[in-house]
């Protein structure tokens, strides 16, 4: 059973509907309002219907500027979010983000499952599932074998090698995982990308792992 909506997902929902950058524009509005009023380029009134026309106006401007920035950014993101194998990228697909946002995360599973299947030469869908199978289902052996899909997949970046290759070993780390085996995937990994933070972590990993327990 899902549970209510998380923190997270909520501030979210509050972001993209521009409320909560309106309030901070009543504000601001609010602020110029009494200055210009002070400053005697407002002549009539009482000083706080000068607060409430700025707060007013500070609302309806800094709301409209958000969701008109969100709702570009969509568009923008289409660009970015699923990079395919010949280069070119697929639009984001927001039905299945906005299932996730729900909570339904039985049903965003099986949509990215169905756009992998529709997109077999993109390895993104996949991990987008193993990601939701780790951090919201608890699927870990699910979740590894999806991970494990993507890097057999041929001719995919680099990148998305690395990926699933470090969330791999965070499964294998993590209570209840297999040291033996994030052993393996730490020397694997160490072979397969021997520069940067990453490999210096892996083998921080290593000596930490091979290091005897104390009794």
Excluded: C
Aim: avoid cysteine; aromatic fraction near 6%.
């Amino acid at each position: 059973m899902i549970g209510p909506m998380t923190h997270e997902n909520r501030l979210l929902r509050v972001a993209h509907s521009g409320m909560m950058q309106a309030g901070g524009g009543a504000v601001l509005g609010a602020f110029f309002g009494i200055l210009l009023r002070v400053a005697g380029m407002i002549h009539r009134g009482p000083l706080w219907l000068s607060a409430l026309g700025g707060a007013v106006g500070g609302w309806a401007i800094f709301r409209t500027i958000t969701r008109t920035i969100f709702g570009g950014g969509t568009e923008l993101a289409k660009a970015l979010v699923f990079p395919d194998a010949e280069g070119t990228y697929a639009p984001q697909y927001s039905h299945i983000q906005a299932l996730e946002v729900q909570e339904r995360y039985v049903e965003a599973l099986a949509a990215w499952l169905a756009l992998a299947g529709e997109r077999p030469d993109n390895p993104s869908p996949l991990l987008r599932a193993a990601d939701l199978q780790l951090r919201h289902l608890n699927d870990a052996p699910g979740a590894l074998a999806l991970y494990e899909r993507v890097r057999r997949m041929p001719g995919i970046r680099e990148e998305h090698v690395r990926y699933a290759s470090q969330k791999i070993i965070d499964a294998h780390l993590a209570p209840g995982g297999d040291e033996g085996r994030a052993l393996v995937e730490l020397r694997r990994f160490v072979t397969q990308f021997p520069e940067g933070r990453e490999a210096d972590g892996a083998r921080a990993a290593i000596a930490r792992l091979k290091r005897p327990t104390p009794r």
